[in-house]
């Protein structure tokens, strides 16, 4: 039913800063936000460089380097659909996002060699598990961020999650993209010893740091498993909302 109490013209509205003071003081809100910064920016770093990796390192053709963006899109869609069934049945979504995580070092660790093996099916099938991982990793971190939501704090959090997950993302794609200039230039210098002379090298670097980035989010994560209760998400979901 209707409550016109709750809409009123003269009811108290508290400020932005008190909101947010509110949403603070919940319980491990700001590890929840560190570890979905952390994991967002160590699945979007290579955003921008699987299409190059394949062309400049695998010598791949562009028809087949664009097949494997839509093999990570396809990768992703298998993750959300993964996540959402999981988690109707009650499983824990921290413990799933780290399943995320352990999904996505096998993909990069998969990607890195795929140069000094010259395999395309290697590649192939880490580009499709980095998108498995990173749509398991986002559909788990929304469904508990909607769980842990205070009450009447619903379109904050959702607010929240949004600006960390695209701030992370935004950044992540530029800093990527800087980092394998910068290591590319210094390889093809011979400033990092003749084993490294290599256009792979620059790549290399950025998912080695992407792998780091994923056993820190696993750290973040650990402490969060079970912080959510076991429910099924759809019902958490419409509790909060409603």
Do not use: K
């Not at 992407?210 to 989010?217: K, P, R």
């Amino acid at each position: 039913p209707r409550n016109p109490a709750a809409t009123r013209a003269g009811r108290a509205v508290p400020s932005f800063v008190e909101t947010w003071r509110h949403f603070n003081r919940g319980p491990q809100a700001r590890r929840r936000m560190v570890a979905l910064g952390l994991g967002t920016i160590a699945f979007s770093m290579q955003d921008v460089l699987l299409e190059p990796y394949g062309g400049h390192v695998l010598r791949l053709p562009v028809a087949a380097t664009t097949a494997m963006t839509a093999a990570l899109a396809v990768g992703g869609l298998f993750g959300f659909a993964l996540a959402a069934m999981v988690l109707r049945r009650g499983m824990d979504p921290y413990r799933l996002a780290g399943a995320g995580a352990l999904a996505g070092l096998a993909a990069f660790t998969a990607v890195v060699f795929a140069a000094p093996l010259d395999s395309t099916p290697l590649f192939a099938s880490g580009v499709a598990m980095i998108g498995f991982g990173a749509g398991l990793f986002a559909h788990c971190t929304l469904t508990a961020a909607m769980a842990t939501a205070p009450r009447g704090q619903v379109g904050l959090t959702l607010g929240i999650w949004g600006a960390v997950q695209a701030s992370a993302a935004g950044g992540a794609v530029a800093a990527g993209g800087l980092l394998r200039d910068a290591v590319a230039l210094l390889a093809e210098q011979g400033s990092l010893g003749p084993v490294l002379v290599s256009p792979a090298t620059g790549y290399v670097a950025v998912y080695l740091v992407e792998v780091a980035l994923l056993f820190g989010t696993l750290i973040a994560v650990g402490p969060l498993v079970r912080g959510v209760q076991s429910r099924p998400a759809f019902a958490l979901t419409h509790e909060q909302l409603s």
